[in-house]
């Protein structure tokens, strides 16, 4: 726990003679001590300070101890502040009342009596520490549950994101198809499911290595995010495979086959990996909708939709690679 910062007494007196006197008495307790000769020197002193309590004179010109309060109790800095009245006046019910509906939390008669006045300061310095510690050990709570909270939100976030690319992972491409089916059951509202395999990988990792595999995959990653919108999601299901869901799409067979092609134009563009390292690769890209997908017995329509991706997928690279088939419906 961090050092509790020392407490503070505002004292208010028009008098100078009652404010030597109450800097004497106050040198007894462990407290800085700031003063004002003015009610406006008062309030002036609350906007550069945090006082523990606040020793106010009743009778002041200009603007007396009453009105004084009143302006404390009315901002939220302040008005939590303990104010004790010290007053040289009858301290009768009616100026009691008058008082405490002012704010006041005590009286103190003149003359002082500086028993009773260090033992009610020494038990509202105490009240205030106490305030601190609790107000600090709040703060360092939050702190602590905040910091759980990131590291929970990092755990999570690589349990369902691939490490390399930052693509949503197998895992949570699953659960985002799984979302869209459901989302197109609701609404009666077709998608696509785009298999996107990368021809001519395996060559770029044997002849420069892995570190330039691994810059081709992140630059794939981020061609395929460029052009996709925000309802739509781009997922790295392992190696150099790659999945996309198409969804808000109407004419699904061919804005979902439209798209695939122009992802296959983008994806066969050079890729510079660093210093002399200019690379070209090409996708074989199958597209499945899932109104269109092969029915199969006892298939879940998840499963049947990868499925029917997939086959599009290894019947574009049997078909000569770096092109786009649409999956049979």
Do not use: W
């Not at 709570?141 to 197998?170: F, M, W, Y």
């Not at 420069?208 to 395929?224: C, F, N, T």
């Not at 781009?234 to 790659?242: I, K, M, N, Q, S």
């Not at 198409?246 to 066969?268: F, I, S, T, Y």
């Amino acid at each position: 726990m961090t050092e509790l910062s020392r407490p503070k007494i505002l004292v208010v007196d028009d008098t100078p003679a009652n404010l030597v006197a109450m800097r004497r008495l106050l040198s007894k307790v462990d407290a800085e001590l700031v003063e004002a000769d003015s009610g406006n020197a008062a309030l002036a002193a609350t906007l550069d300070h945090e006082f523990a309590l606040v020793l106010l004179d009743v009778n002041m010109p200009d603007m007396d101890g009453f009105e004084v309060a009143s302006h404390l109790a009315g901002e939220d800095s302040t008005r939590d502040t303990p104010v004790i009245f010290v007053t040289a006046a009858m301290v009768d019910d009616l100026n009691r009342l008058k008082g405490y509906s002012f704010g006041a939390v005590d009286y103190i008669a003149k003359p002082i009596n500086d028993t009773i006045l260090l033992s009610k300061v020494r038990v509202f310095l105490e009240l205030y520490r106490r305030k601190q510690q609790l107000q600090q050990l709040v703060r360092e709570l939050e702190s602590e549950v905040a910091i759980r909270k990131r590291a929970e939100e990092q755990v999570r976030h690589e349990a369902t994101h691939d490490a390399l690319t930052g693509l949503p992972n197998r895992a949570l491409f699953l659960d985002r198809l799984d979302g869209a089916l459901e989302r197109s059951r609701r609404a009666q509202r077709p998608f696509a499911l785009l298999y996107i395999d990368i021809d001519g990988f395996k060559p770029v990792n044997d002849t420069h290595g892995h570190l330039a595999g691994d810059q081709l995959l992140q630059a794939i990653a981020a061609r395929l995010l460029s052009r996709m919108r925000k309802s739509d999601t781009v997922a790295r299901l392992g190696g150099d495979e790659f999945a996309v869901i198409l969804e808000e799409a109407m004419d699904v067979p061919g804005v979902a086959l439209k798209a695939a092609e122009e992802l296959c134009m983008m994806l066969r563009e050079p890729y510079d990996l660093g210093p002399d390292i200019r690379v070209t690769v090409g996708a074989s890209i199958g597209v499945a909708c899932h109104s269109s997908q092969a029915a199969e017995a006892g298939a879940k329509p998840r499963d049947a939709l990868i499925r029917a991706a997939d086959d599009a997928m290894y019947r574009a690279k049997r078909g000569g690679k770096n092109r786009c088939v649409l999956a049979d419906g």
